[in-house]
């Protein structure tokens, strides 16, 4: 008995990286797997993702030797063939049969008893401009089935339709697009297999809070997103991952184990308690620690514990006093019941020059003994316009990386045995 054979074509979108989901829910279905790639779509997620994803190379180039006539052979072999995301400029390219590059002549190679599924991806004007209206609606009359796109935050910071639909939702159109026979039938598929089943990957993220007093604290603008987007990430790839979050930070996929920090000593103690027991092959410690608790307030010239103090009174004469806090990162390693267990860390400065950026890396490699560093400026978020870029340091490398995807799939390498 053999399995669906699916062709899964992408374009130059951001929302490559939703992509990996799709890919790892299809070949944990059974389902055989053959990515065509443009190559503005590889600037977003590389070849040893989605090689990774589903043990096939990736097939990019129209011209490449041996590949002149896959755009036939190809067609031929796939049962469903899906395109997500597909971009403005692709829809309206095959709308009008232009077969300028592969997957575009793919198309023009269709053969119609089969399903072609589009998920479009793009921003609301380009969406809405009539000629891509007037695409999208030439490609459902000749039986393209076009699914909806999602609305919400997009890539560009405005907030409208256009979003790639929910990994979830397009790997349900999926399965029901299959065409099953008594050959090809649900219950024929075999057991998933992970890519790295075992693989542990402990994950810190948001930002620890120090009680002032019982309502009031001291704490960072930290939410956590970077680290949520890596545990679901390495999660699609199979790795098992436990997530440790801030309380305020909001829950992450359901799939990922999950417990809480709030201050610097809880975080402190669960990373311990959870480094000495488990043999963890990556730690991602991503959290926002403060470098600093309250020691003692002193209100009204009388010092108090932190712990012990109620509301403190607008009118009331305050001062605090801090102590600084050891390096959770520093004892990582030492204290890790796996030796050979990798470490990265992260590195944020604040409006820091080039050299200053590289030096405080360099000081945080050296008492850290992490692997590698994910470094960003306070420069380099915007969180209006969703913008994080990173660098990633190590090997005697420095690569910038433009999204947490970006970041994502790079860190990723390193669970799939691949060199940064």
């Known amino acids: 008995m053999s399995n669906s054979k699916i062709l899964f074509l992408l374009t130059g979108s951001i929302a490559c990286y939703k992509a990996c989901q799709i890919l790892s ?38 011209y490449a030797p041996g590949n002149v006539m896959e755009h036939i052979h190809l067609m031929r072999w796939a049962d469903l063939i899906v395109v997500a995301p597909a971009t403005a400029n692709y829809i309206n390219k095959i709308a009008r049969g232009v077969g300028d590059d592969l997957l575009t002549t793919l198309f023009l190679a269709h053969d119609f ?42 890539a560009c910071g405005e907030v409208g339709a256009g979003k790639l639909l929910d990994p979830d939702s397009i790997f349900t159109q999926i399965q029901k697009s299959l ?3 008594e050959e090809r039938s649900p219950k024929s598929s075999p057991a998933p297999q992970k890519i790295a089943d075992g693989f542990l990957v402990l994950i810190t993220a948001g930002g620890t809070v120090e009680p002032i007093d019982d309502v009031r604290t001291l704490t960072n603008t930290s939410l956590g997103t970077t680290g949520i987007k890596l545990a679901e ?33 809880s975080l402190q103690s669960s990373v311990r308690d959870l480094i000495r027991v488990h043999k963890f092959d990556l730690i991602i410690h991503a959290a926002a620690v403060s470098d600093f608790s309250v020691e003692s307030i002193e209100i009204n010239g009388k010092k108090y514990s932190p712990s012990t103090v109620a509301k403190i009174e607008s009118s009331d004469k305050l001062a605090i006093y801090f102590k600084n806090n050891p390096k959770i990162v520093d004892e990582i390693k030492e204290l890790s019941a796996n030796k050979n267990a990798k470490l990265i860390a992260f590195k ?3 409006n ?16 850290s003994h992490a692997d590698y560093i994910v470094h960003n ?42 060199s940064l």
């Open 348 to 350: 944020l400065t604040s």
């Open 113 to 154: 008893k089969k399903p072609f599924l589009v998920a479009p991806a793009m921003n609301s004007s380009m969406l809405e401009h009539p000629i891509t209206q007037e695409s999208l609606q030439k490609l459902k009359d000749i039986g393209i089935s076009v699914l909806d796109s999602a609305s919400g935050i997009l």
């Open 179 to 181: 065409p099953f026979t």
């Open 25 to 62: 829910r299809v070949v944990q279905a059974g389902h055989e797997v053959q990515v065509v790639a443009s190559p503005a779509a590889l600037q977003f997620v590389g070849n040893a993702t989605f090689e990774g994803l589903t043990g096939k190379s990736v097939i990019s180039d129209l």
């Open 352 to 367: 820091a020059t080039p050299d200053e950026r590289d030096a405080a890396v360099q000081k945080l490699l050296s008492h």
């Open 233 to 265: 990430f390495l999660t699609d790839f199979g790795a098992n991952v436990h997530l440790l979050r801030a309380a305020s930070t909001p829950s992450a996929d359901a799939r990922i184990k999950q417990s809480t920090f709030s201050t610097f000593e």
């Open 377 to 418: 400026d306070k420069t380099d978020i915007d969180k209006i316009k969703q913008i994080h870029r990173f660098t990633l340091y190590g090997k005697n490398q420095k690569t910038p990386l433009d999204n947490i995807e970006s970041l994502a799939s790079k860190i990723a390498q390193i669970y799939l045995k691949e």
